[in-house]
Nanobody
Framework: QVQLVESGGGLVQAGGSLRLSCAAS????????MGWFRQAPGKEREFVAS???????DYADSVKGRFTISRDNAKNTVHLQMNSLNAEDTAVYCC????????????WGQGTQVTVSS
């Protein structure tokens, strides 16, 4: 079955950086759009970034210029490099996958906690 496993979360000071990784298995990785989402306490889940199967990347306005999504199709992994972190970035970050023609994401990871101390 499909599994998405995130890693790389932790506690970081404001202004610092973290790199999240998501390892995927059980799917034809290169055919999927991979996304990162986050959910802060008391808030709804929100889109962070995606790397489409065709190479196009998208970012939420709140992270543009600070976060970079990348993927390695040979290793079935997707990464999220997060720089200039601030307290508003504190959340559980999840990766997700959807097939090239899907509107909704089909598969979700368990998430990794990112805490930014101010």
């Amino acid at each position: 079955q499909v599994q998405l496993v995130e890693s790389g979360g932790g506690l970081v000071q404001a202004g610092g950086s973290l790199r999240l990784s998501c390892a995927a298995s059980g799917l034809t990785f290169s055919s999927y759009t991979m996304g990162w989402f986050r959910q802060a306490p008391g808030k709804e889940r929100e889109f962070v970034a995606s790397f489409r199967w065709n190479g196009i990347t998208d970012y939420a306005d709140s992270v543009k210029g600070r976060f970079t999504i990348s993927r390695d199709n040979a290793k079935n992994t997707v990464h999220l490099q997060m720089n200039s972190l601030n307290a508003e970035d504190t959340a559980v970050y999840c990766c997700a996958a959807k097939t090239r023609h899907a509107y909704e994401y089909d598969y979700w990871g368990q998430g990794t906690q990112v805490t930014v101390s101010s």
